[in-house]
C-alpha cells in the first residue's frame, strides 16, 4: 500500500517564528488533505489541496502531486499553533479510503 | 451547532465487555468513516460508509460491527473488549464530488478496556 511519510517527526519553535512542514507519498495520490491535532485531541481540516498552492491566514500549503510531496507553511508561529500535523491522502478518487501520514509534532513556546 | 458529533467522550470498561459508540453529523455528507488513533498518534481507517452501505472494511476483526440506520448515523459496536483495543475512535464525515472533499472529525471517544 501507499506510504506516506512525514517530515520531522518533531519540532520546537520560538513564537513568530516561521516553519515549513513536509509529506512525501509513494505513489500518485488523488486527494491530499492537512489537519491540525489540537493538544486537546480535537482534529481540524486545514486544507484540502489535491495539488496547487492554497492559503489561509498564517497557513499555507503547496502540493506537487507529479513529485509525490505537499508543504505546509506555518509563518509567525503562535503558541495555539502547538499539536500534531498530519496529512492524509487517497490513492484513487472513490475509494473513500484516506491513508494518515506520520505526524509533525509541532510545540511553540511563548 | 457541532457538525460532528460522537457519545461518549469517554468509555472505561472492563475485558469482554460489548460497548457502542454513536456518532452523528449535520453537514447533509453522504459518506461517514470510523478511524482508530493508537498510543502513539497513528490514525488508520476502520470503515467507510457511502449513503448506508458499507465501502471499507479495512481488516478489522469481526467483533468490531459498524451500522448506519441513515446517512446522517454511523454507529460502531464492539463485542468482547480486548485490552489491544484501548485507543481514540474517531468518526469522521465527508461530501463527495463538490469539488471540496474535506473530511470533518468528531471529537473522538478515549476507549480504555481495563
Known amino acids: 500500500g501507499i506510504q506516506v511519510e512525514q517530515s520531522p517527526p518533531d519540532l520546537i519553535l520560538q513564537e513568530g517564528a516561521n516553519s515549513t512542514l513536509r509529506c512525501n507519498f509513494s505513489?500518485?495520490?488523488?486527494?491530499l488533505q492537512w489537519f491540525h491535532q489540537n493538544p486537546w485531541g480535537q482534529l481540524i481540516n486545514l486544507f484540502y489541496?489535491?495539488?496547487g498552492t492554497k492559503q489561509n491566514g498564517r497557513l499555507s500549503a503547496t502540493t506537487v502531486a507529479t513529485e509525490r510531496y505537499s508543504l505546509l507553511y506555518i509563518s509567525s508561529s503562535q503558541t495555539t499553533d502547538s499539536g500534531v500535523y498530519f496529512c492524509?491522502?487517497?490513492?484513487?478518487?472513490?475509494?473513500?479510503?484516506?491513508?494518515f501520514g506520520t505526524g509533525t509534532r509541532l510545540k511553540v513556546l511563548a | 451547532d457541532t457538525a460532528v458529533s460522537q457519545t461518549p467522550k469517554y468509555l472505561v470498561t472492563q475485558m469482554g465487555n460489548d460497548k457502542s459508540i454513536k456518532c452523528e453529523q449535520n453537514?447533509?455528507?453522504?459518506?461517514m468513516y470510523w478511524y482508530k488513533q493508537d498510543s502513539k498518534k497513528f490514525l488508520k481507517i476502520m470503515f467507510s460508509y457511502n449513503n448506508k452501505e458499507l465501502i471499507i472494511n479495512e481488516t478489522v476483526p469481526n467483533r468490531f460491527s459498524p451500522k448506519s440506520p441513515d446517512k446522517a448515523h454511523l454507529n460502531l459496536h464492539i463485542n468482547s473488549l480486548e485490552l489491544g483495543d484501548s485507543a481514540v475512535y474517531f468518526c469522521?464525515?465527508?461530501?463527495?464530488?463538490?469539488?471540496?472533499?474535506?473530511?470533518?472529525f468528531g471529537s473522538g471517544t478515549q476507549l480504555s478496556v481495563l
Open positions: 492524509a491522502v487517497e490513492r484513487t478518487s472513490g475509494t473513500y479510503k484516506y491513508i
Open positions: 489541496i489535491p495539488s
Open positions: 469522521a464525515s465527508s461530501q463527495r464530488g463538490q469539488g471540496s472533499e474535506k473530511l470533518f
Open positions: 505513489d500518485s495520490v488523488n486527494n
Open positions: 453537514l447533509g455528507h453522504d459518506t
